[in-house]
């Protein structure tokens, strides 16, 4: 972590905007000394192993720097280095930029290299994983698993046995930063179980898996939270086709990621449409949508960078009535006023004041019961 | 250089002895972080540039870590880049190692990354400059050229105008650390001009060349110097075959580099056998050689860790009568003692208390009058 912070650091002083190919090449030698310092520690404990560079693995990516997908992943060496009894040390977060070696004949070229961006490091390992046909892919981390929620806000949290997939998308896109929504779209994907343990203790982890047994146990299995929410309301705006797409193209041309979107029913051909950025995008998005709203005859736009958001998590919970109602109660109950409400088959998000949200995922761990060990189901 | 000292500090923490390949896989990164931040400022310059690894330009070589050998070098992915008007930023001192990727139909996998060992940065240039057909190679660095002999020592050093491969070659081999003789064989196998010349001010420099006309100037062209010297003496060995071979395969084998030897003739049956080794490798030196000296029968070994050596140097020396003469006598007048005595076809160089070391390059630099300009005769 700090090495990448230095190497940014130094980037910056070279480039006020670095190119990203040159970016990925040099951020790729962080992980690149890990493995070698990784692979001589185990030598030295007497374990016999050998660093792997992305390229060395063979992790093919698309050609896209600084935040490649996974093409495809070799086996051949990965599969020599274990016949040969060695532990294969892999650089994470990197790979090789499909298309880009130019060969001649009889020379060798090795293609660019890229990084994964976000996730990159837990990806690459589920995607090894799946390329070896493993059985499971454990990921030894700086918490011992999944949680309820976050401990640091609800000391009763209660680390979770095992989490299904959609589940665990849910609660990592919705702000539990454990496992990156990525790496668990791929396990899923392959169906292979991912165990998260920590590396500091011995304990059993949370496996995140598709055959967790939903019937029979408490619908809701945790409860996400992000105090990182900022609003963007267009008021007044003209209720006709294609109004929506004139807002949103331009923010999704220039990265800004909008969450939540809801839009109040219409009221004499005028309606309100607000949604939600990151914090640190709100004055940038702003920049984009007043112009639209000007250009669209709306009434105006309003903006606030003071929210969060909280939300119950858990698989068939729409198919069981009454969990909305019981979130919508408990957040009422603790004094707590709903901004905005979105839901997805097995979610219900409220974004509320940010101040408010430690309060909220309390009110939410006790009113779901969550501090109660689950029944103890024969996996599937 | 620092980097490449703080890697290998970070090494010795994690393995008493590193595995060499690891330690390949590590200081590689230190140039390709070098190369990225390079590119990213050419860049921010408005000049286009790409930075490649050894394996992106296709650098191959011996599969020998930490001292390998270049076998060959492409030139597709360089001449693409160049034809695209970009400055290829290229990482010296590394390579691909030949025969060690392991691919599988359809599977692309990168070979094992190796360094070149001492020298391998200006070694990589040249063998870039020689795949590319250049006219000529320029290594910028932290001195301005070539010089008759240290002038740190003699500060009456002259700086040449050009020198030929075989002169630099016995001046870089006697202590001159200008440029590494490995980068200056490669040159001239390629009869490639080699300019060196400083990378912090305007000034000629000194082009290593064949064309060097030899007939119409001064037949010494430097003197070189090394106050790292320590000599070995086996006395009373018997003289019969295989006694050299006897005590100088130890040393081969534990890695030990004899520089100068010499042997007396011998009296009646029993002759002295001494060479020099670096002092560093003294202590080692001894444990192999003393029982060795007892097998055979010798006398003994005396040591002495305190020497030094001086050398003249130039084409054409030995076709041209006297100049060991007046190097001795020079020697000799500055009070001087010569305790070995070794000559190749274009040096003399003398074996000397490592305390009068500089007093000989004093002495030898003004016997030798390469103070004085030389004439400037057409280059070939």
Redesign the interface.
């Known amino acids: 972590g700090d090495t990448t912070d230095d190497?940014i650091e130094?980037?910056n002083k070279?480039?006020?905007n670095?190119?990203k190919?040159?970016?990925d090449?040099?951020l790729?030698?962080g992980e690149?000394?890990s493995?070698?310092?990784m692979?001589?520690?185990l030598?030295?404990m007497g374990v016999p192993a050998?660093?792997l560079?992305g390229?060395?693995?063979?992790i093919?990516t698309e050609p896209s720097h600084t935040r490649a997908k996974i093409k495809?992943v070799?086996?051949?060496?990965l599969e020599?280095e274990l016949a040969a009894g060695k532990v294969p040390v892999v650089a994470g977060f990197q790979g090789?930029a499909d298309g880009t070696?130019?060969?001649?004949e009889g020379?060798?070229?090795?293609?660019?290299?890229t990084t994964l961006g976000r996730g990159g490091s837990d990806t690459t390992a589920v995607a090894l994983a799946a390329a070896l046909g493993a059985d499971e892919c454990e990921i030894y981390t700086d918490v011992d698993g999944i949680y309820t929620t976050d401990p640091r806000i609800e000391p009763n949290a209660r680390k979770l046995r095992d989490i299904s997939y959609e589940e665990m998308l849910e609660l990592a896109s919705q702000g539990a930063r454990v496992m990156h929504p990525r790496a668990v779209e791929l396990g899923e994907v392959y169906r292979l179980p991912i165990l998260v343990a920590s590396s500091f203790r011995e304990a059993p982890g949370t496996l995140i898996h598709g055959g967790v047994s939903m019937e029979q146990r408490n619908k809701v299995r945790g409860i996400a939270h992000d105090t990182d929410v900022a609003k963007i309301t267009v008021r007044g705006v003209p209720d006709r086709p294609g109004i929506a797409a004139a807002i949103f193209e331009p923010l999704a041309e220039h990265g800004i990621s909008v969450d939540t979107i809801v839009q109040n029913a219409s009221l004499e051909g005028l309606t309100d449409l607000t949604f939600t950025v990151s914090r640190g995008d709100l004055a940038k998005a702003m920049e984009f949508v007043e112009p639209v709203a000007r250009e669209i005859g709306a009434a105006g736009c309003v903006a606030d960078g003071t929210l969060g958001k909280v939300s119950v998590v858990g698989t068939g919970m729409q198919s069981a009535p009454g969990y909305a109602a019981r979130m919508f109660r408990a957040l009422f109950e603790a004094g707590i006023n709903i901004e905005m409400i979105s839901t997805s088959e097995i979610r219900i998000t409220c974004i509320i004041k940010g101040e408010q949200v430690a309060d909220a995922v309390r009110a939410l761990h006790k009113a779901f019961q969550l501090e109660r060990a689950e029944e103890e189901p024969a996996q599937a």
């Open positions: 190497l130094l980037a070279c480039h006020s670095p190119p190919r040159e970016m090449q040099l790729a030698t690149q000394v493995i070698a310092l692979a001589m520690t030598e030295s050998v660093s560079t390229g060395q693995v063979g093919i495809s070799a086996r051949a060496r020599k090789l070696a130019i060969t001649a020379e060798t070229c090795v293609a660019d290299t």
